[in-house]
């Protein structure tokens, strides 16, 4: 190991686990063999050397475990000849802003962060993932979101490539393409301003549906994941700049207000599906509240209430930091016949500290009771001896007065005298 041997004492376990990944080359079965030198003491004498062995099986195909499901709907493997197709492969396209694909296995799988691609007529961005590999298991799926922006009407093609992440360079990774149709329809819901709300600040992030610069996300390509045998990954950026709004570690939330202009008096919109939250899972947790999104509420204005302003609505943002650094937030709102809408902004993170809780165990609330109890029962006998007369404190001390000596134990009543 670079960071030098592992140190194990009596009574101690290794604070994380180790791992074993696998690059499947062709269809077999091989075996596995992970071994432990116990180094020994005193210092120059052989250590003992534990082995651990196992079998791991191949598949043809690196994907054979691989499901993809849209909502209900089962994408891959494609369905079987006469079963119901899923809408999303339906010939005329999908009419939704954004397709959300489920990612699943019956094994363990690790995944290059996927790419979609599309035709000119057509912008299409990846929402909701990491920038490192996707690990996709049975009881862990991936969820992704793919967005699309329309350029032009028309049924546009989308491609997804999802490709094996491999452990050696010299190893070409398999790669599994999904394909179906985009129905593009209407532009820009041109009558939405969107405004952050931190403390008093209330900051303008989006006007009659356009994002206003310093608020503009944009994607950045990172390093994949590559190879783990000294091969250097390589990071290609399309963006660098940065939002303008930082949200300091002590805010735990931020409000965000969605507004209708209500100079073009239009038809409220419909907020569908549930906006997307995109973060850096590494350095925070972040999930929205949202009260009534799907509905907006007229605000009367207060020198003419017969007048209406603006028609609103709200949602909340909260963060849980893992860690300290600085995450880009990126939420995207879907407007139903319309284009998302994209905005950002940064939230820095302290180092969260560690609390200790002051609450008994059971071991330390059950002396502690026994010692009241003590502490109870000395006090109440203390009490019985200072406020007993004299005669009780003999009794107590040296027994009842007997008739002829005037001490000693009384005798039984039973007990007959034969002399």
Not at 89 to 96: A, H, I, R
Not at 340 to 349: L, N, Q, S
Request: charged fraction near 25%; aromatic fraction near 6%.
């Amino acid at each position: 190991e670079s960071d030098g041997p592992l140190e194990i004492f009596e009574g101690d376990q290794l604070d994380d686990e180790v791992t074993i990944l696998y690059d499947c080359w062709q269809q077999g079965t091989a075996r596995v063999e992970l071994r432990f030198l116990l180094a020994s003491e005193p210092e120059g004498q052989p250590g003992t050397e534990i082995c651990m062995a196992w079998r791991k099986r191949c598949g043809s195909f690196a994907f054979d475990a691989l499901e993809v499901r849209n909502g209900q709907s089962l994408i891959y493997p494609a369905p079987k000849e006469g079963a119901q197709q899923p809408a999303l492969l339906s010939p005329e396209g999908t009419y939704e802003e954004v397709t959300k694909l489920q990612l699943s296995s019956s094994g363990a799988m690790r995944l290059k962060v996927p790419k979609v691609t599309s035709e000119e007529q057509l912008k299409v961005e990846i929402r909701g993932l990491a920038t490192d590999a996707l690990e996709v298991t049975a009881t862990d799926e991936v969820e992704i979101s793919i967005v699309y922006s329309c350029l032009s009407a028309g049924v546009i093609g989308v491609e997804l490539a999802l490709e094996q992440a491999v452990l050696s360079a010299a190893h070409a990774p398999e790669v599994l393409h999904l394909h179906w149709r985009k129905h593009c329809g209407d532009s820009v819901y041109r009558y939405l301003d969107v405004f952050l709300k931190e403390n008093n600040n209330r900051t303008q992030v989006v006007s009659k549906g356009r994002t206003l610069p310093g608020f503009v996300h944009c994607p950045k390509q990172a390093a994949e994941p590559g190879a783990v045998d000294g091969t250097k990954p390589i990071i290609k950026t399309e963006c660098s700049a940065d939002p303008a709004v930082e949200i300091g570690p002590k805010d735990l939330k931020t409000s965000i207000e969605l507004r209708v202009d209500p100079e073009g008096n239009p038809v409220l919109p419909s907020l569908q599906p549930q906006p997307d939250l995109s973060f850096d899972r590494k350095i925070l947790r972040a999930y929205i509240m949202q009260p009534g999104m799907e509905t907006f509420r007229p605000q009367k204005s207060m020198s003419s209430p017969s007048l209406s302003r603006a028609s609103s609505t709200n949602m909340v943002v909260r963060y849980t930091c893992h860690r300290a650094g600085v995450s880009s937030i990126v939420v995207t709102i879907y407007v139903m016949q319309h284009k998302p809408i994209d905005f950002a902004w940064r939230k820095r993170c302290s180092e969260p500290k560690i609390h200790t809780s002051k609450a008994l165990t059971a071991p330390q609330a059950m002396t502690f009771a026994f010692l009241v109890c003590g502490g109870i029962g000395m006090v109440v006998c203390m009490v019985c001896l200072f406020c007993s007369s004299d005669q009780d404190k003999n009794q107590l001390f040296q027994g009842p007065v007997t008739k002829k000596t005037g001490r000693g134990p009384a005798r039984s009543p039973d007990r007959r005298d034969n002399r």
